[in-house]
């Protein structure tokens, strides 16, 4: 490894695809006296929060507030919406994918995944068979994670919706968009989704622990129909709270809401036209930098074409095998936590070893970006990874040219 000093002292930077980077405002609001619960501050800033939720995904429908993670999210939109015995359709471009079905599947659901593998973006031929082949209108549901955070492939969601309606296929859109939102453009009702799925802790910049449920008039419909949906789960009186209790089937997450209420407040004060734009452009500088270190013949980008990776994460691996030493050299020496290699091979396969991936959603700028390239060519360089010479370079102009 190095026989050097370690240079780990001072700020960590945590560059994994979530929990994501805090800001300290969000921090500060975080940092304070338990609230009033039943009257206040507290109760009165629920109208305001839901709606700036709302600006976020882009949707004017229904948006509900759960205290879980992005599992208990999945699991939310499901019990709403499929019923046991109900077949839900999975394209799958990496892990997620997959875990989302297994979450339908714990719920009964009948699960058809059409796996296009850990690299391929959805071929929407294959999909659109899928959907016709299904004449009887059985699949109820599409279940489409958006950016596949174990892969850094993105998918196109519209284009999705356009498959459905092509074929006036009548089954739910249902988009996860856990890794994208606030990262890459996402358009809820411009799209076409029914149900969006997201959650706190990549681009909403607030610590995991609070999960997001968005659905429109048509999933509604689909929840009448429904023949139960467990209490706890239910996104009705989620939706349509008369008592402040309502918004959460119990105590509030009390300084999450603050933490997310400062969040959004920085959202929308840069604007989120602005933060993709932002995402876009520190994206591209990433995967300059990562295109000069992959004509070494070692580092390969896991998404060929730019146009599917997505802008919040990225997906790499080092063939010598040292992705898991670059890592831990990174964190060891210099402070800088990479993200594990997720879905791609099983601990304990030595092929394991080979992945990394690369977190950038959320509190980001340029400097940051170009410390994270810094602290990784620090790292190849440290491990002897034959790599392109001039990666900071080239990301720093993708910097300057904006
Ligand atoms: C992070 C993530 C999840 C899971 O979220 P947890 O909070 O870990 O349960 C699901 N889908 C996507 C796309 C994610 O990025």
Redesign the pocket.
């Known amino acids: 490894m190095t026989g050097n000093i370690s240079l780990a002292q001072g700020r960590g930077y945590l560059a994994i ?2 929990p994501s980077v805090m800001p300290d405002a969000v921090l500060r609001a975080m940092h304070r006296a338990a609230p009033n619960i039943y009257a206040g501050e507290l109760v009165d800033m629920m109208p305001g929060l839901m709606a700036d939720l709302r600006r976020v995904v882009r949707t004017a429908h229904h948006a509900t507030i759960y205290i879980c ?4 999210a ?1 699991e939310a939109a499901l019990s709403n919406v499929i019923a046991p015995g109900e077949v839900v359709l999975v394209p799958a471009s990496g892990r ?1 994918a997959h ?1 989302w079905a297994e979450m339908a599947e714990g719920l009964g659901a009948e699960c058809q995944v059409i796996d296009f593998g850990k690299s391929a973006p959805w071929d929407m031929d294959r999909i659109a068979e899928a959907l016709k082949a299904d004449t009887a209108h059985r699949i109820k549901a599409v279940l489409a ?1 958006h ?3 174990s892969s850094s492939i993105r998918n196109d969601i519209a284009g999705l919706r356009a498959v459905l309606d092509a074929l006036g296929h009548p089954a739910l859109l249902m988009a ?1 968009c ?2 994208s939102l606030g990262c890459d453009v996402f358009e809820m009702d411009g799209w076409g989704v029914d149900v969006t799925v997201t ?1 706190s ?2 681009g909403l910049m607030v610590p ?1 622990g609070v999960g997001f449920v968005f659905f429109n008039e048509r999933a509604a419909a689909k929840r009448a129909s429904m023949p139960r949906v467990s209490r706890y789960w239910d996104w009705v009186p989620r939706a349509n709270p008369t008592d402040f209790y309502q918004y959460f089937d119990g105590t509030a997450p009390t300084h999450h809401l603050y933490g997310l209420r400062t969040a959004l407040d920085m959202i929308h004060a840069e604007g989120i036209e602005h933060v993709w734009a932002r995402h876009a452009v520190l994206a591209r500088a990433i995967w300059a930098a990562c295109s000069v270190w992959a004509e070494g013949g070692d580092l390969v980008l896991n998404v060929a074409d730019p146009a599917h990776r997505s802008h919040a994460v990225t997906a790499l691996r080092l063939d010598s095998g040292k992705g898991t030493a670059l890592r831990q050299w990174t964190e060891t020496n210099l402070g800088l936590t990479l993200g594990i290699g997720l879905g791609m091979a099983a601990p304990g396969d030595p092929a394991y070893d080979k992945f990394f991936r690369l977190g950038h959603m959320g509190h980001l700028n340029g400097q940051m970006v170009m410390g994270l390239l810094g602290g990784v060519e620090a790292g190849l360089r440290a491990l002897d990874v034959p790599c392109g010479k001039g990666a900071l370079e080239a990301a720093a102009e993708v910097l300057a040219a904006g």
């Open positions: 695809p979530g993670n992005g599992h208990g999945w997620f875990g994670v950016v596949d955070t996860d856990i890794a959650a802790q990549k995991p």
